[in-house]
């Protein structure tokens, strides 16, 4: 068995997630980054095989742009497990989305788990996570997926959230990070922009419209110019901080045996 492990990642923690469940998972791997893509690239992975896919939560569903690219993945029934990377607030209605649309594909869901890493917009919330426990809750994860990959166990896959979620509108126009005087032209933020809100003309500038969020731009830029320099985040920051400071764990579920 193959294990096709999918994520999306900006600021570069869904991808270590990602790497701590599948190498403890003890299965063959092949990797795929959704943030460094062709717009079409269709997945299509046989019965035989399992899926891992692992996206961030942005306001308690997945990132909007990962919606299409999730149309382009194909499972023939075979199994899958869903990992969500949260920044401490909630994980909200995103496992119950991602076990949606992934049955929507043709995949079966068999195990997920919510797990939390530096928030992509406020770093102070969650700093430094995934920390050794929450690696070391990865880990025991993959291990628990892998042997239950290797049964071939099947059952009804139970999760918490609002069954009757409804996706939200695109959100507003809100706070993006920009560049300052720091900034060299190099251009990396907009080479690297998943969402081509960065124009290779003006580098310090972001379109709040196509923004996402996802920090990929402050995470490359060698310079520190890019970050949230706005006078809304610095007044948002210690609140969003404040109301966020309880050390969360990571939840994991696995499908029930069926009889």
């Not at 006078?231 to 029930?256: D, G, I, M």
Request: hydrophobic residues 40%; glycine residues 8%; positive net charge.
């Amino acid at each position: 068995m193959i294990l096709h492990t999918v994520y999306f990642t900006g600021k570069g923690t869904t991808k270590a997630c990602t790497e701590c469940i599948s190498a403890a998972s003890g299965l063959e791997r092949r990797s795929r980054n959704w943030a460094r893509r062709p717009q079409n690239d269709p997945l299509d992975i046989p019965a035989e095989d399992a899926l891992l896919l692992c996206l961030p939560v942005y306001g308690g569903f997945i990132p909007r742009i990962c919606l299409p690219w999730v149309e382009q993945l194909r499972g023939h029934g075979g199994p899958a497990v869903i990992a969500a990377v949260y920044g401490n607030r909630h994980y909200d209605n995103a496992l119950l989305q991602m076990r949606d649309l992934l049955e929507s594909r043709g995949f079966q869901a068999v195990a997920a788990g919510a797990f939390v890493a530096e928030h992509s917009i406020f770093p102070q919330v969650a700093a430094g996570r995934p920390d050794l426990e929450d690696k070391a809750a990865m880990a025991d994860f993959g291990a628990k997926c892998g042997a239950l990959l290797a049964e071939g166990r099947r059952g009804v896959l139970e999760l918490p959230g609002d069954p009757a979620y409804v996706l939200p509108e695109a959100r507003p126009a809100g706070m993006v990070p920009t560049g300052d005087g720091a900034c060299v032209n190099c251009r990396a933020c907009a080479d690297i922009c998943p969402a081509r809100a960065i124009q290779r003309s003006r580098p310090t500038e972001t379109d709040p419209l196509k923004c996402i969020q996802c920090g990929a731009c402050i995470t490359v830029c060698h310079t520190g110019a890019r970050n949230y320099h706005s006078q809304a985040w610095q007044e948002r920051a210690p609140v969003f901080a404040a109301a966020n400071s309880a050390y969360r764990r990571p939840e994991t579920y696995y499908c029930k045996q069926q009889p």
